[in-house]
């Protein structure tokens, strides 16, 4: 099963390389990668999440699923644990360097890396359940991640960075999953039903871009990424924590809850991801230390191609 999972994994780091391609004869320059980063966040992926979460989901469905956005939180909690408790053995140049480990051990990339993998063992029901599992990710990045990249202490405007476009896309998909649970265009008439129908068609057509576009730009911005410091003892504790040690434990801590196997097998690949090519950005946001994270980007994402078929080989049932 590695091999299969390895050779499946390594196809979809090809779309990623044909970011990093494209990157390199300056065909995409680093400010489109930066604009096609927030037009798919704002717009290709919202998509995505509304008709996935429509298409696969009932009320009923979302409470009985709840497991999903509680177990990426789970995840992310037990990286940050990890991370304190590590960093007090490991020895930093600098309160910047040290905030960013804990990020690094605290968030991965949830979203746009598992979302192809995901997509390719269980499909659509599948990228539907890790959607809905952001839910909990989301809310991580935004307390415990920026609690960890400012030394502990959250900003007052951490809060409203949760009203993203993609969480207020979960909160429209919940609307509509409700009014479809209504029956209301089952029962309407034939024009009411047929705009219903083709609206949701043209928005399914525009989200199924998003995962391509996503690993294209993610090969841009690793691409511009500076292998400054990578072999260091602090890259390999990182690499050996992020990769293997977190999601040991959050594997270990899955499988003694009675979850689902369907929930507990997406949450295995969440907790098998990298660090969150966010990192960067995020970093440059709050003043953290940048060159780090893309360092720690670049080296869990060359690692994770024979981590994440390993721990899907190990986990998966």
Not at 27 to 43: C, H, K, L
Not at 76 to 95: A, E, H, N, P, V
Not at 194 to 201: Q, R
Request: hydrophobic share 55%; proline share 4%.
């Amino acid at each position: 099963m590695f091999i299969k999972l390895f050779i499946r994994i390594l196809a979809i780091f090809g779309m990623m390389a044909a970011g990093i391609l494209a990157r390199r004869l300056n065909m995409v320059s680093r400010e489109t990668a930066s604009q096609m980063s927030r037009i798919t966040t704002n717009f290709f992926y919202p998509a995505l999440i509304f008709t996935s979460l429509v298409s696969n989901f009932t009320l009923k469905g979302l409470v009985t699923n709840w497991v999903l956005p509680a177990g990426t939180l789970l995840i992310m909690s037990t990286g940050y644990i990890t991370g304190t408790i590590s960093s007090r053995f490991i020895r930093f140049k600098s309160d910047k360097e040290k905030n960013q480990f804990l990020f690094q051990c605290t968030i991965n990339n949830y979203s746009f890396l598992p979302l192809p993998i995901v997509l390719m063992l269980w499909g659509s029901t599948g990228v539907a359940g890790l959607i809905f599992s952001t839910l909990g990710s989301e809310l991580s990045v935004w307390t415990l991640g920026i609690f960890a990249l400012t030394g502990n202490r959250l900003r007052k405007d951490s809060a409203k960075n949760l009203l993203s476009v993609p969480m207020m896309a979960i909160v429209a998909s919940v609307l509509a999953i409700a009014v479809k649970d209504t029956g209301v265009f089952l029962t309407s008439g034939g024009i009411l039903r047929e705009i219903g129908s083709s609206f949701f068609s043209v928005v399914d057509i525009f989200g199924k871009g998003t995962i391509p576009v996503a690993m294209f730009i993610a090969g841009s911005r690793m691409a511009d990424l500076k292998p400054h410091h990578l072999f260091t003892s602090l890259q390999g504790y990182v690499i050996s924590l992020r990769l293997l040690v977190i999601p040991a434990i959050a594997a270990i801590v899955l499988s003694l809850l009675p979850f689902p196997v369907e929930a507990r097998n997406i949450l295995f690949v969440v907790a098998a991801m990298p660090s969150a090519i966010a990192s960067v950005v995020l970093s440059e946001v709050y003043n953290s230390d940048t060159e780090f994270a893309a360092s720690c980007v670049l080296t869990t994402h060359l690692f994770s191609l024979l981590t994440i078929p390993l721990w899907l080989s190990l986990l998966l049932r």
